[in-house]
Each structure stands twice: as C-alpha cells, then as structure tokens.
C-alpha cells in the first residue's frame, strides 16, 4: 500500500519526482535536488513533511512518564512551549527512534516521531504509557510543513494573523506556539528544523494545509523535496533514523551523547546498558567525514582506521561544499583530526583518503571551521 | 523530455551511442536515465587508450543520491573521454545526447551496433517502463 499525504496532488502539479519514501509517496524534488538546497541555504524552501507522526500525550503523570521513556532529561523543559530533542531507548540501550518533545502544560506534552518507525513507537509508547494513566492520542487530523531559510521566519509571519505576530517574532529557538493564521487556521509553529537554517515545523490541521501551502507558494517560498532535505540534514550535522542509528546502535555509538542525561535517580529504560557502555569505554563511535578529492561517499562504503575498519552511514555530496561529506561508525579510540587521523574510504576497490572532521560541517549557511580544507 | 535523436542507437540500460561513419562510435547517456539520477556531480570516465567490452561497465555516473555504472554498447579501444565532465558533471543534465558525451569508442567489432535498440524501439521501451 502506498500511503499519500494530503499535497500529494498540489506536489505532482508542482512536477515533483515522486519516489517511495518507507511507504509513503513522497517528492523526492521538483526538478532539481541541488537547486532546492540551495534556496534553503540562501533563501527559504518548504517541505511537505506530514509523512511524520504526530503524538499526544495526556495526563497528570505524563512528565513521570517521560522521565523513564526518554534518555534525555524531560525536567529541562522548565517553560510551557520549550521542545527537547531525545531518543527513546529499548533495554538493550538501542534507539527504537529519535524525537521531538513538546512541554504544552503539565498534564500536556506533543511529540514528533518518525514516519518509518510509526507503528513500533506508538506500541512501545502505549506499552509503557498504561502504568503511568498517560492517554496516547495519534494525531493522524494534523499535517506538518517545514519552511526552513534565513527568509523562512519573515516569510510566514506574514501569514500570521497581526495580534499573533510579534509573539511569534518573539518565539526563542527549539520552542513552539500557537498562533491564529490571516485566514483563521490554527497553527501550531515549532522553532525547530532539520536543515541547520532558521526557520519553523508548521503543524495545523490537514483540512487546511493545502491552502496553507499554497499561500506560502503566494509569498515567494519554493517546495523542496525530501533529497534536498537529506543534504541540508547532514551538512547540518543531524543523524537520520535506520541509516545512522538503530536499535542495535546505541546513542553513544551515533555521536548522540549529548542527547543522554545520566541525571541522579532517573531510572530510564536502557540506562544500564549506556552506563556500562560508558565505564567500558569501548563503543564504536561515529565520526565525521570530508573527502577532498572527486567522487561521493556513499552508505555501505568500507572506512579503514588505524583502530579497524567500520563503514558509511549517511554519505553524500554536498551542495554547499562541492565535496562528498559523511558519518561513519568506527572503532573504539582516538582519531586525530584532518588527514592525520589517516582515514581511507574503499572505493569500487580504490583506498581514497578522507579528512577527519568535527561536525556540523555547515551551519546557518556556512561551511564550519576546518571543514572546508 | 527532449526528443531522442533520429540517429542514435541505445542500450535498454539507457546508455546512446552514435555511430561516427569512420569505425569510431560516441557514448553517453540518455536523456530519461540523467532524469532517473537527477543532478549529476561525479562522473568517472575510462582512460584513453583502455579496452572496453559491449555490455560491461566502463564509465560511472554519480549524481547526489546514487551511483550508476554506465555500460559500453560496444566493444574496441577508448580513443577520447569528455574531460570537461570532470568539473561540469551538470552538462549530462543540461544536454545528455549532445555536450553530455561520456567517451568514444575505435570499434573491434563494428557488427555489434546492428544488435542495438533504434531510437523508436528505445522510445517504446521507456513507454512500457512507464507502466
């Protein structure tokens, strides 16, 4: 079964390439892959993403939840509308997926979770859900659209009603409101996005998206479609779920570190796994890769270290850089940055050395330092 | 789509030759297979003077999301390559069956052109590809 979402028409009018996308038929771009980037990068482009699935969840224990689901703190999110990037973790300390988190009120949080993982999330939500009261509400009436750009922000504020406008000018980063378009529509803004440009994740309910698009389309913002998406994400340094980390991956093993709080007597499930990890010291590790030489890092692709070999995860050219970029999952141990961590790619049998390199590699359109040679 | 040019001969894996009335044969690759790759940004060319095989891989193309091998229509020695490819991948976009040749061919075995597809067969199997 192919699922569609509700501008799937409005894409194919817009001659978009349409390709499977984990079931859904979705536009991979609209004539060009690398032209789209770079409107994003330069401009403001807009993404059709109501592929991914909405959650509520309710109740007075919801925030006790959330505290064992998600390996990240919830107790970070201290003011109503702040948003927590996390993964959820099984037993074993594998990412079952990566997420969203939305603080609306204390019995009241929203989550963004991916469309690949939908049916196994929602199990392992609802399974643990039960013994806390916590109510599980698919939000299957809302459609997201992603307008993300140094233009996105004064691009949509114009489709704002006035008295909604200088909040939402106000609306820190990774935060969300709810504002009132000209045309009345609730719309719920999330200061959020997964190309590493300004910009905002526009949930509102699918009666309306079509006519939202299309006024975005009315106020100079060009589609973009899901390949475009996927240079701008890992330019801008973000893991995509299945590719970079699976339930065989652990956070630390996918460069997620920085998503998991070890916070005191905070019992969330996987823990032991992660602290065990941790004292061992032995995770393979993800690291970031530039080639500076012609040709494109690919998925699959074999990394040879000196602590061993590992292989691409997410590799591609990159349009910003006019270079191939990727992660790779590696050995345990100490790799020196640049070429001195003497990094070689198998490439159709050929060794091609690659740049050890911090990431993001770019970041509100720039190459990031020692990124670029 | 442009049109498929009266005088070319294809591969049903969408690679073109031109047959060049002096033994030698230009290669590239369809318009429909540089739409199927989208934007192109690596092109991996033979060397002049190598020997390539009708129906094995001599060339790759690699735009954003994949890498293709591209396969020569016939057999005999590569006696030029399209160097300007190395920093314009794009032109195989903008002008697949002109400014986008890959290589050209000094044919072994000048009979094999007679096994390849015209251009009204070539159109018709993109035609059934469609459904």
Known sequence: MTLKTLLNETHRALGAKMVDFGGWDMPIHY???????????????????????????????????????????????????????????????????????????????????????????????????????????EREDLAIVAVQGPQARALVAGLVADADRAALDRLGRFAALDVTSVDGVPLFVARTGYTGEDGYEVLLPQTAVVAFWNALLAAGVKPAGLGARDTLRLEAGMNLYGQDMDESVSPYEAALAWTVALDEGRDFIGRGVLEAQKAAGNARQMIGLVMDEKGVLRHGQ??????????????????????????????AGDIPLGAAGNVRVDIRGKEVPVRVVKFPFVRDGQAQPGIDA | ????????????????????????????????????L??????????????????????????????????????????????????????????????????????????????????????????????
């Open chain 1, 31 to 137: 004539g060009s892959q690398i032209d789209e980037h770079h409107l994003v990068r330069r401009a403001a482009g807009m993404f059709d993403v109501s592929h991914m699935t909405v959650v509520d969840l309710k109740g007075a224990r919801t925030r006790e939840f959330l505290r064992q689901l998600l390996a990240n703190s919830i107790d970070k999110l201290k003011v109503a509308g702040k948003a927590l990037y996390s993964c959820m973790l099984n037993a074993e300390g594998g990412v079952i997926d990566d997420l969203i988190v939305y603080f609306l009120a204390d019995d009241f949080f929203r989550m963004v979770v991916n469309a690949s993982t939908r049916e196994k999330d929602l199990a392992w939500i609802r399974q643990h859900a039960a013994a806390f009261g916590v109510e599980v509400v």
């Open chain 1, 302 to 331: 074999k990394v040879l270290t000196a602590n061993g070999e590992g292989e691409i995860l997410s590799g591609t050219f990159s349009p910003t850089l006019g270079k191939a970029i990727a992660f790779a999952r590696v050995p």
């Open chain 2, 1 to 36: 789509m442009s049109e498929i040019p009266g005088d070319l001969k294809f591969l049903k894996s969408h690679e073109w030759a031109r047959v060049e009335g002096n033994g030698r044969v230009t290669v590239g690759i369809s318009d429909h297979a540089q739409g199927l």
């Open chain 2, 38 to 131: 989208g934007d192109l940004v690596y092109v991996e060319l033979p060397g002049v003077g190598d020997t390539v095989q009708a129906g094995n891989a001599a060339a790759v193309v690699e735009s954003v999301k994949a890498a293709s091998d591209v396969y020569s229509p016939v057999s005999g020695t590569v006696v030029e390559v399209n160097e300007a490819l190395a920093d314009k991948p794009e032109t195989i976009n903008e002008d697949a069956y002109g400014e986008g040749w890959l290589f050209v061919v000094e044919m072994s075995e000048p009979e094999q052109v007679n096994e390849l597809l015209g251009p009204d067969d070539y159109a018709e199997l993109l035609e059934n590809d469609d459904h």
